[in-house]
């Protein structure tokens, strides 16, 4: 799936899952189905964020799915 240019991300590369139960950062360009990001936006959860570093600094993990792998 692409980056969303419409909704809650307007086409940022990254979006935090705000969700408290599972707070993490994910790389769209890079994707993966288990990281569900549809689901997130449903729920109101994705938080647009164009730099990675920024996310992980404010305590956001890397999704195991579509960042660690790089
Ligand atoms: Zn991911």
Redesign the pocket.
Known sequence: MPRRSTGQLHGSRF?INTNPLQP?????D???N????DEIISMNHAEPCENLTIAVIAGYP??????NRI
């Open positions: 979006c993490e950062v994910n790389d769209l890079n994707e993966d288990k990281c569900c990001i890397r999704c195991r799915f579509c960042i």
